[in-house]
């Protein structure tokens, strides 16, 4: 079974995000996943393109404060993510016309349909609950947030 905690690049949490912008917050979740290493920098635009090529196509902002941007690309080997958290909001078009508050970033290989199924399954899993929702939005720091991932993959949050 995939994990949450696993498929968060260490480095690639950011806590304070910057923007309020929907574009911004995704160079800013895209220039965590580089710095942490997990992708390459020669890659950066090409992804930055495609996943706001995703987001002309449908707004991955999908209500009750969360979004999860995701892209697939031919140069990715190992499937990565970036969490960002914002607590003024981020005007993402939404489907519910609300702010979004949590951002989760998934980097995917092209070459591994069903890895990136059972990715977005995990995600979605948890951001389906209103105590992963409330707590993700609480947590302050990268500790906060990595403690909540390996809380909720161990099923030790209230439901």
């Known amino acids: 079974m995939l994990k949450f905690a696993q498929l968060i690049a260490p480095g690639a949490i ?3 995000l910057r923007s309020t912008q ?3 917050t995704i160079a800013e979740l895209i220039d965590a996943v ?3 290493g997990a992708i390459q920098a ?3 635009d090409e992804l930055m ?3 706001l090529e995703r987001e002309r196509k449908g707004s991955t902002g999908f209500g009750r404060g969360v979004a999860v941007p995701h892209v697939k690309h031919k140069t990715i080997t190992k499937m990565t993510a970036a969490i960002g958290l914002s607590q003024r ?3 993402f078009n939404a489907l519910d016309k609300q702010p979004v508050h949590s951002v989760v970033l998934l980097i995917s290989p092209e070459d591994k349909p069903e890895e990136h199924l059972q990715a977005m399954e ?3 899993k948890n951001l389906s609950k209103e105590t992963f929702r409330r707590m993700l939005r609480q947590a302050a720091s990268v500790e906060d947030v990595r403690q909540l991932l390996t809380d909720a993959d161990n099923q ?3 439901a």
């Open 14 to 16: 950011v806590p304070q």
């Open 22 to 24: 929907r574009d911004e």
């Open 34 to 36: 580089v710095a942490s």
């Open 42 to 44: 020669a890659i950066r």
């Open 49 to 51: 393109l495609k996943v």
């Open 89 to 91: 909001g981020i005007d």
């Open 122 to 124: 995990v995600i979605f």
């Open 156 to 158: 030790q949050l209230p």
